[in-house]
């Protein structure tokens, strides 16, 4: 059988011939629905990358290295997401389009199904990660004000004390 790509983890539609890939690509960006979605999920990642990237531009040194660990945990989970859609793509095309497989093709779509469950748990990990680092982050940026507070009452002080 002709397969287009060589199977692999990263690629759910290496399960598939050329044909059945084209019909797959066709029928799943086709649908509007599917369209909604992505669109969705694209402008909601345009604005976490938007509030990271305000976040990675702070001046504080511990502001910048929590950013720093946030934009490098944010770009993962990004990765994992898109592999995590992919899985999902290929889990909704197995339900829709069982006829077109084969027996040898509906194994690989089963070894699929069972790395799905392993990138799920990786991609909680991830996101329970993300969100210890905002807290972290809302909790430096208290102790950043309450410390730039304390400075601006002592240079009042000083100043006072001179006069």
């Given at each position: 059988?002709?397969?287009?790509?060589?199977?692999?983890?990263?690629?759910?539609?290496?399960?598939?011939?050329?044909?059945?890939?084209?019909?797959?690509?066709?029928?799943?960006?086709?649908?509007?629905?599917?369209?909604?979605?992505?669109?969705?999920?694209k402008e909601q990642a345009r604005t976490r990358q938007k509030?990271?990237?305000?976040?990675?531009?702070?001046?504080?040194?511990?502001?910048?290295?929590?950013?720093?660990?946030?934009?490098?945990?944010?770009?993962?989970?990004?990765?994992?997401?898109?592999?995590?859609?992919?899985?999902?793509?290929?889990?909704?095309?197995?339900?829709?389009?069982?006829?077109?497989?084969?027996?040898?093709?509906?194994?690989?779509?089963?070894?699929?199904?069972?790395?799905?469950?392993?990138?799920?748990?990786?991609?909680?990990?991830?996101?329970?990660?993300?969100?210890?680092?905002?807290?972290?982050?809302?909790?430096?940026?208290?102790?950043?004000?309450?410390?730039?507070?304390?400075?601006?009452?002592?240079?009042?002080?000083?100043?006072?004390?001179?006069?």
């Amino acid at each position: 059988m002709n397969y287009a790509i060589a199977a692999s983890d990263d690629n759910p539609l290496s399960l598939f011939n050329n044909e059945q890939a084209k019909k797959l690509i066709k029928l799943n960006y086709e649908s509007p629905v599917m369209k909604v979605e992505y669109e969705k999920k694209k402008e909601q990642a345009r604005t976490r990358q938007k509030e990271i990237i305000l976040l990675s531009q702070e001046k504080d040194g511990k502001i910048e290295s929590t950013s720093n660990e946030l934009v490098t945990t944010k770009m993962e989970m990004d990765g994992l997401r898109k592999h995590w859609s992919n899985i999902q793509d290929s889990t909704r095309a197995r339900k829709s389009y069982q006829d077109f497989l084969t027996e040898e093709d509906r194994k690989k779509l089963d070894d699929s199904i069972k790395s799905e469950a392993r990138w799920k748990v990786k991609y909680e990990k991830r996101e329970e990660q993300g969100r210890e680092l905002e807290e972290l982050l809302q909790h430096i940026r208290t102790r950043h004000k309450e410390n730039m507070d304390e400075r601006q009452e002592g240079l009042k002080k000083l100043k006072n004390s001179r006069c």
